[in-house]
């Protein structure tokens, strides 16, 4: 039960339109709204915001990112279980990819901003030696973010 769903969409550039969209995507096989197939520089713009922004602002720039990705997740997960009836249906409402790329984005935004925030800017060739494996791996999780939001939404349609 949203308590005033109305003021929720507000928060959100177009939120009307978004969850129309978004209903739309799941109901209709619409495409998906805000993804990299429908909005490839949007989303691109997204990737470089997390790692360069984050690398040069000390995070800021990247935690915004990661913070408007997961609340537009919640916001269509949210929208989705109201609309198909219950807390079952969690699994269905937050896709696997939307997941997948909070976490990953939110491990790139920390390990990027690690060499201004520690002041050791001077140092990115033993910060990139010594951050290699966890900067592989959370790039690695958001890229099959990315990867499985550009395939899988075609499938992802589950009611009843």
């Known amino acids: ?73 919640a916001f269509s997960a949210g929208h989705l279980l109201g609309v198909l009836g219950g807390p079952q249906w969690i699994g269905v409402a937050l896709p ?18 690690e060499p201004l925030l520690a002041d050791r800017f001077s140092a990115l060739g033993a910060w990139l030696t010594r951050r290699r494996r966890p900067l592989l791996w959370f790039g690695a999780i958001y890229a099959a973010g990315l990867l499985a939001e550009w395939i899988m939404p075609t499938f992802w349609h589950f009611h009843r």
């Open 96 to 113: 696997i990819w939307s997941i997948l790329q909070i976490v990953g984005a939110g491990g790139l935004v920390v390990i990027c901003a």
């Open 1 to 73: 039960m949203l308590v005033a769903p109305g003021q929720v969409e507000r928060a959100f550039d177009d939120g009307f339109m978004y969850r129309a969209q978004f209903s739309e995507w799941y109901f209709a096989q619409a495409p998906l709204p805000a993804s990299f197939s429908t909005q490839p520089l949007s989303s691109l713009l997204e990737v470089i915001g997390v790692t360069l922004g984050a690398f040069v602002t000390g995070g800021v720039v990247g935690l915004w990112y990661v913070v408007r990705m997961a609340n537009l997740a």
